[in-house]
């Protein structure tokens, strides 16, 4: 569906200051490749000013790209814009693709006559949008006077009108309460399976990530550190999992051999482990009576954010 060979984007910047007027290069991306296939979520993270958005709007066909091979649904996407657009669906959590003055439900209609939906099928798709986002209630009102949940529902809406094969979400969830969050989680979900609708996720929420991707790319100064499951990225980068046993009675020594130990206050100890739970599982009721176990994931977040800040990744990773 996707396919990125070597793409490099430079940006010329003007300086200001005692070098006013000169320009200087700032290289968004370098060297960026990867593919994705139809079907796919993909969580595309990294830090403000990564090339994320460069990199998406090359994707669209925004932006030219100063080298590099970029096809999608085998189209070059700033050479043929006009039948690249007709299959993606694109959705910037900042800004609306929705008329400012215009009821939702006279934006969707003009979207229609702009991707040439036929009738029946934007009845049948607006219908089950409307149910899936819950649209009834403000299809009548005008972009201007909904809340950023509302607009946003309405924008997925817009986005998926014409059935793209490709959807681009960039920070969708961004700004909104957990149940708005939840129930864009939920569609976007849906749309994927039912539709088999491929999703190129931007975000700083990793909950979305987790929630809908099973694959993340991390970016970072232009350059992909990662491509590759969120789990393998756990495995290496999360640290070890923990089990956070409560037992009987304080324990007289809480050590086990083979565990390490954390942290132990009166009947609670954690233990840290890697790998299964089964076995040291086993170890902890073997020593001693256990009310009850939990196995403590690693954060996402927190690996994440040590991924950033302590250049855990090497470019050179797969
Ligand atoms: N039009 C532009 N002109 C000059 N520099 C730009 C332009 N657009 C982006 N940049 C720079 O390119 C780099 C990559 O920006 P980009 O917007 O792709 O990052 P991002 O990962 O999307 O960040 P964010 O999470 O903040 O949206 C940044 O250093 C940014 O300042």
Excluded: C
């Amino acid at each position: 569906m996707i396919d990125v060979q070597h793409l490099h984007k430079t940006y010329r910047v003007r300086s200001g200051g005692l070098l006013r007027g000169h320009t200087r290069e700032l290289q968004a991306v370098r060297d960026v490749s990867f593919t994705v296939q139809a079907g796919e979520v993909v969580g595309y993270l990294g830090p403000n000013g990564a090339g994320k958005s460069t990199t998406i709007k090359v994707l669209t066909g925004l932006l030219v790209p100063d080298g590099g091979a970029v096809t999608v649904g085998g189209l070059v996407p700033w050479r043929e814009r006009r039948r690249h657009v007709a299959r993606l669906g694109a959705v910037f959590g900042q800004r609306t693709t929705l008329w400012w003055d215009l009821p939702v439900r006279d934006s969707l209609e003009l979207l229609r006559h702009v991707y040439r939906v036929p009738s029946a099928r934007f009845r049948e798709n607006l219908g089950r949008f409307t149910d899936l986002l819950d649209l009834g209630p403000f299809l009548d009102t005008p972009a201007r006077s909904l809340s950023l949940g509302q607009r946003m529902r309405a924008d997925l809406a817009a986005a998926l009108l014409h059935d793209p094969a490709l959807l681009f979400l960039d920070e969708p969830t961004v700004g909104l309460d957990v149940v708005a969050r939840e129930r864009i989680r939920e569609f976007v979900g849906v749309v994927n399976r039912e539709q088999g609708v491929t999703v190129l996720l931007t975000t700083h929420d990793l909950t979305d990530v987790q929630r809908l991707a099973r694959r993340v790319m991390i970016i970072d100064h232009g350059t992909l550190l990662f491509d590759g499951a969120l789990a393998t990225l756990q495995e290496r980068f999360g640290g070890a999992r923990e089990l956070q046993v409560d037992y009987e009675i304080p324990p007289a020594d809480p050590r086990i051999a083979g565990l390490d130990l954390l942290h132990a206050d009166g009947a609670r100890v954690r233990y840290a482990f890697a790998g299964a739970a089964a076995v040291p599982i086993a170890r902890v009721t073997a020593h001693a009576p256990v009310r009850d176990l939990a196995v403590l994931e690693p954060d996402i977040e927190a690996t994440v954010r040590r991924i950033y800040e302590g250049g855990l990744l090497r470019p050179t990773l797969p």
